[in-house]
């Protein structure tokens, strides 16, 4: 089989179809993303992923290639996991999509089927169909969105929640099915392989079939309504600060409710990342298309555009002057915790905000380094650790929750910061102990 793109997703598809034992090209035509692949690695850190990369390319079971017609030609099944980024009005560009769907059309043998494994706009399906009937090959088309998180993808696909798989060809169906199938069969030898624990959660691990544009409709809905949840939280956070109660109190009983569900509910700097906002945004764009309008949705984008901002003020407010001068860390620059990804991250709107309004800015993060340095602002200094980027600073804000961040003391962070100014961005300290130590501590919604 081949899979095309070699990005969070491709890759974590390709390394786990390839480590089961399926021979699986990995098509990119970034030359340095599949160098490093053949190397046994990803260009990305993903726990336990590069485990499986060095099985497989030692296997000879994951070739990595630029070349359609050494890969798909060969293959009678074709992941589509190339990106779709956001234009600037907010619609979802397929270029990627489109460009890869008609090269891989000229290359593929009779009874190929072709998987979209990337987020694309309902409708996107039907116009790759008729393109394929173009085609003098008899070509099956499969919609199968991908719901894997950055920093626990394996754990995500190896114990899912569902696979959804939407279309016309019943065959082309039972065949993706019976893939995934193969997958859950192999579970126990990659999980050892790749050393991820599974969840604490058990998952539901539905196999679900459905129409082809139900099927694109679930990737963006899902997204969309986390954004949702998440802006939700923050809107209440927001009042919680006026009133004094603490929104970790007030969310996490309102999720105690079987009905609501308590995840993506953490206030905080709001979502980042490579997917939330580019698929709200999508979201509305085809709505407008069909001409549906998604006020609530629109309504999620402003509450997280305001989300950094809003830290800013609050940390400006403690220091009872203007942040000129102020040395400020920031720890925490990927767009959550356990990735290197730093698309769209909020750590970096709030380090870039800060350095704009004067602030002297610091900042780290473990495995984020050299991708935020290309979005940092020349003035933000990057530090070799937490420690070096704290012991310069008379404020912090923790702006990514990762275990190593946690793990330095109310009492360590106390003495290390001259003025005492915890700013908590996404909640994860208990703030009553922080506050024992002298620390003045600000979180979002608990005043
Ligand atoms: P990415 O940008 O990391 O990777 C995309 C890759 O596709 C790049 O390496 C690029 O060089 C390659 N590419 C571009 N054109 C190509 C072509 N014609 N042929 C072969 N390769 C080509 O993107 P990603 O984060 O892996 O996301 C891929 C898709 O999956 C997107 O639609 C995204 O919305 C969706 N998705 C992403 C995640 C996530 O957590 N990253 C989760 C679920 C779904």
Not at 74 to 102: C, E, H, M, Q, R
Not at 138 to 148: G, M
Request: charged share 20%.
């Amino acid at each position: 089989m081949t899979v095309l793109g070699s990005g969070y997703v491709g890759l974590t598809a390709a390394a786990l179809f390839a480590a089961s034992g399926i021979k699986t090209y990995i098509v990119d035509p970034n030359q340095e993303r599949l160098d490093t692949i053949r190397q046994g690695k990803s260009f990305f850190y993903e726990v336990g992923l590069d485990a499986l990369i060095s099985k497989a390319i030692k296997d000879g079971n994951l070739l990595p290639t630029q070349s359609y017609s050494e890969s798909v030609a060969k293959s009678s099944l074709v992941f589509s996991a190339v990106g779709t980024p956001d234009n600037p009005d907010g619609s979802s560009n397929l270029t990627y999509v489109f460009a890869a769907a008609k090269e891989a059309m000229l290359y593929m043998p009779d009874g190929t089927v072709y998987v979209q494994k990337s987020t694309v706009p309902v409708g996107t399906g039907q116009k790759i169909i008729e393109l394929f009937k173009t085609s003098t090959t008899r070509l099956s088309y499969v919609s199968n969105p991908e719901f894997l998180r950055e920093g626990c993808a394996l754990q995500d696909s190896l114990w899912f929640d569902r696979i959804v798989v939407g279309g016309t060809n019943q065959e082309a169906l039972k065949r993706i099915m019976a893939l995934y199938k193969h997958i859950h069969e192999a579970r126990l030898q990659l999980q050892t392989l790749s050393d991820i624990k599974p969840p604490k959660q058990v998952r539901a691990e539905s196999y679900i079939t459905t129409s082809l544009p139900s099927a694109e409709l679930i990737k963006v809905t899902s997204n969309a309504f986390l954004s949702l949840k998440i802006s939700f939280a923050n809107s209440i956070a927001k009042l919680a600060d006026k009133v004094g109660a603490d929104i970790t109190e007030v969310m996490s009983a309102v999720g105690a409710d079987t009905r609501i569900n308590p995840a993506f509910f953490n206030a905080g700097r709001g979502y980042g990342g490579g997917c939330f906002p580019k698929d709200v945004s999508g979201l509305i764009a085809a709505g407008l298309e069909y001409g549906v309008a998604m006020p609530i949705l629109e309504a999620s984008q402003a509450v997280n555009a305001s989300m950094p901002g809003y830290i800013i003020e609050k940390l400006q407010l403690a220091c009872g002057k203007s942040l000129k001068g102020c040395k400020v860390a920031v720890l925490g620059l990927a767009f959550k915790a356990d990735t290197s990804d730093v698309r769209r991250s909020p750590g970096i709107a709030i380090a870039n905000k800060l350095a704009k309004s004067g602030a002297l800015v610091t900042c780290y993060d473990p495995e984020a380094m050299s991708e935020a340095k290309l979005e940092l602002l020349s003035t933000v200094k990057l530090m070799a650790s937490a420690k070096e980027a704290l012991e310069h600073a008379e404020a912090v804000v923790i702006a990514t929750d990762w275990q190593e961040f946690k793990d330095i003391t109310a009492q360590q962070y106390a003495s290390l910061l001259k003025k005492g100014i915890l700013v908590d961005a996404v909640n994860c300290f208990n703030a009553v102990v922080v506050r024992k130590t002298g620390i003045h501590y600000i979180g979002v919604g608990r005043s």
